[in-house]
């Protein structure tokens, strides 16, 4: 089955300054990618997704990158708030994520230092 | 539109025992996904129903299982709970099964404590 691996497990980073949160996955039929927050004690909630037809996404601040060769995608924040300190989670599925659901990594705890 | 709302929000049960967790989806959806997140980990995928049939299942012993209605709101059932299973329980819904119609949209979750 799919494995998602997530790096780093915790990132510090200054107000306004950018974050970039890694991920990896091990099935190269999987072919959706989408990225969750999850703030404490709250669902997690869709902030971007990409399909493994299109090389990247953006969506105001946010971004993402796929590199479907090196099985890795991408999360990139830019002028980061402290609105955006939360748990980040990454997630891949085959099919579309279908009857195999999504795999998610383990999540990056994203600190917004004032 | 509402969205995703689960029942109950919190629960304590004792090892052995059985629980009953339910979900409403969004209006509109007819795909439901029911995930175990325990503390400090990503969702782990349970099971998906797709009207009102098992679509899907992820790696979780048969003491798990579920229920789609008409409705298209669903229940996940666990018999003979062990400490293990103390965690938080989303479920999530979709438009579809599939392609761009399997936008996964999550409730607040279930928090279960097994004592």
């Known amino acids: 089955g799919e494995n998602v691996e997530q790096h780093p497990s915790t990132l510090s980073v200054q107000e306004g300054d950018s974050a970039v949160i890694k991920c990896t996955y091990s099935?190269?039929?999987?072919?959706?990618f989408p990225w969750y927050k999850q703030e404490l004690g709250k669902r997690p909630q869709l902030i971007i997704d990409i399909r493994s037809n299109v090389g990247e996404k953006k969506d105001q601040r946010i971004a993402v990158t796929l590199n479907k060769t090196a099985k890795h995608f991408s999360l990139h924040i830019t002028e980061t708030q402290p609105e955006d300190s939360a748990v980040y989670f990454c997630a891949a599925s085959p099919g579309g994520g279908g009857a195999d659901g999504l795999t998610f990594g383990k999540g990056t705890h994203l600190i917004i230092q004032p | 539109e509402t969205g995703v709302t689960q029942s109950p929000t919190h629960l304590i049960k004792t090892r052995g025992q059985q629980v009953t967790l339910r979900c409403s989806s969004q209006s509109g959806h007819n795909t439901v996904s029911w995930y175990q997140q325990a503390l400090g980990q990503g969702p782990q995928f349970i099971f998906q129903?797709?009207?009102?049939?098992?679509?899907g299942r992820g790696n979780f012993p048969p003491r798990f299982s579920g229920l789609q209605f008409p409705n298209y709101s669903s229940e996940l059932n666990v018999n003979a709970l062990e400490l293990d299973d103390s965690a938080l329980y989303l479920c999530a819904s979709s438009l579809g099964r599939s392609g761009a119609k399997n936008i996964q949209y999550f409730g607040a979750g279930t928090r279960l404590s097994v004592l």
């Open positions: 129903y797709y009207r009102e049939e098992e679509n």
């Open positions: 099935d190269s039929a999987s072919n959706y």
